[in-house]
């Protein structure tokens, strides 16, 4: 069974940058059929689509937080990564990484989620 | 990219129904049959529940289903157990730059 795990730092200062790698394990990162992304959560608030990324490097970002956010993908190591830049305390939140499944060559849903992990943004 | 809307809030007592709207624009829900909803209950991750708008994954109870009119999508759960309070969030495709827009959650409440 597909499972994916987000690892990284739980808390960064202001003006750096936030790490996080999702690991997949029970599957491949290189499937054809999905769509990798991470989306955040406030603490109380909703959720937000950060970013997503296709086995082949081709990356899509939220146009609100695109000039901050980069995306990767290590199909060596079955896993993917989250950088966020300049944070400030707005970006304190739970991150998940998540499946997002393709249909007709397009996304549809987010069908297989990691458990999340909570980063904080204080000096 | 906006949020979709969703009321923030939605009530009903053990085996009534209940539906939670989910506003969009003719650029996302309005344009494309890629409407899902996910359950949150506090401190988990969310769970994946519709999808194409009205597809139940496998293990996903019955009770749950999905809907779209024009820019406007829908989830009705039926039968309401205790087990559905929860907070519940829709998600659509938007296209090919925006990709992905949620919308802003809406508590249910399980009298």
């Known amino acids: 069974q597909l499972q994916l795990q987000e690892s990284g730092p739980g808390l960064v200062k202001p003006s750096e940058t936030l790490s996080l790698t999702c690991t997949v394990s029970g599957g491949s990162i290189s499937s054809s059929s999905y769509y990798w992304g991470w989306i955040r959560q406030p603490p109380g608030k909703g959720l937000e689509w950060i970013g997503s990324i296709y086995y082949s490097g081709s990356t899509y970002y939220n146009p609100s937080l695109k000039s901050r956010v980069t995306i990767s993908v290590d199909t060596s190591k079955n896993q993917f990564s989250l950088k966020l830049s300049s944070v400030t305390a707005a970006d304190t939140a739970v991150y998940y990484c998540?499946?997002?499944?393709?249909?007709?060559?397009?996304?549809?849903?987010?069908?297989?989620w990691g458990q999340g992990t909570m980063v904080t943004v204080s000096s | 990219q906006s949020a979709l809307t969703q009321p923030a809030s939605v009530s009903g007592s053990p085996g009534q129904s209940i539906t939670i709207s989910c506003t969009g624009t003719?650029?996302?829900?309005?344009?494309?049959?890629?409407v899902s909803w996910y359950q949150q209950h506090p401190g988990k991750a969310p769970k994946l529940m519709i999808y194409e708008v009205s597809k139940r994954p496998s293990g996903v109870s019955n009770r749950f289903s999905g809907s779209k009119s024009g820019n406007t999508a829908s989830l009705t759960i039926s039968g309401l157990q205790a087990e559905d309070e929860a907070d519940y969030y829709c998600?659509?495709?938007?296209?090919?730059?925006?990709?992905?827009?949620f919308g802003g959650g809406t508590k249910l409440t399980v009298l």
């Open positions: 998600c659509s495709y938007a296209g090919s730059s925006t990709l992905v827009v």
């Open positions: 003719s650029s996302d829900v309005g344009s494309y049959n890629l």
């Open positions: 998540a499946r997002l499944q393709i249909t007709m060559i397009v996304p549809d849903a987010f069908d297989i």
